[in-house]
Nanobody
């Protein structure tokens, strides 16, 4: 099970930290991805992180590079997405997903388990 939290309403330029708490499996062995879906648009990959046993490396969509940061705390079974300098175009429902793969990818089809999502709204 994956449960996202930390979404909300924030002004442009503000920050939010999303959390993805996992249970029922050992996070150490799973890559984690963050995806988002804006109204009327297709779901897109935001960021992902490989397993710590591989190298724990992260990937970012070009649109969020330098503003978002993904991290994982396997001991707490939680993955975080720190979002800074938020823009109106970051608005959407954010989902975390877990995949049985060492190397993370932005391909949603590679992920086996999904959370219910948390709403992020960036507006003045």
């Amino acid at each position: 099970q994956l449960v996202e939290s930390g979404g909300g309403l924030v002004q442009p330029g503000g920050s939010l930290r999303l959390s993805c708490r996992t249970s029922g499996f050992t996070l150490d062995y799973y890559a984690i991805g963050w995806f988002r879906q804006a109204p009327g648009k297709e779901r897109e990959g935001v960021s992902c992180i490989s397993t710590s046993g591989y190298d724990g490396s992260a990937l970012y969509a070009d649109s969020v590079k330098g503003r978002f940061s993904i991290s994982r705390d396997n001991a707490k079974s939680t993955v975080y997405l720190q979002m800074n300098s938020l823009k109106s175009e970051d608005t959407g429902v954010y989902y975390c997903a877990a995949g049985v793969l060492k190397i993370a990818t932005m391909d949603a089809l590679e992920y086996n388990y999904w959370g219910q999502g948390t709403q992020v709204t960036v507006s003045s």
